[in-house]
Nanobody, 119 residues
């Protein structure tokens, strides 16, 4: 089992920045990669980006490229989502997720943290 706890959400004005954190505990040695998703009210959950745990390779959805950056601190078992130039349409609950080695799905999810961007 892996437990994930997100933090760092809040209210920010458009154009501002936030950094989300996702602290992992438990069987973290089984992690292949971690990702961030978001879900806005009335919308389906959306993939934001991901990072491989060992090599740090990242991938982002087009809508956040150049504005969001995912990084990780292996020693702290923590993944970060740095969000810059925030827009009102970035408002959502942000979730981190963990994909276990050999799995096709994201196996573990955090409880989410709310990000609200005011115009």
């Amino acid at each position: 089992q892996v437990q994930l706890v997100e933090s760092g959400g809040g209210l920010v004005q458009a154009g501002g920045s936030l950094r989300l954190s996702c602290a992992a505990s438990g069987r973290t040695f089984t992690t292949y990669r971690m990702a961030w998703f978001r879900q806005a009210p009335g919308k389906e959950r959306e993939f934001v980006g991901r990072i491989t745990w060992s090599g740090g390779t990242t991938y982002y959805t087009d809508s956040v490229k150049g504005r969001f950056t995912i990084s990780r601190d292996n020693a702290k078992n923590t993944v970060y989502l740095q969000m810059n130039s925030l827009k009102p349409e970035d408002t959502a609950v942000y979730y981190c997720a963990d994909q276990v080695i050999g799995s096709r799905l994201y196996d573990y999810w955090g409880q989410g943290t709310q990000v609200t961007v005011s115009s």
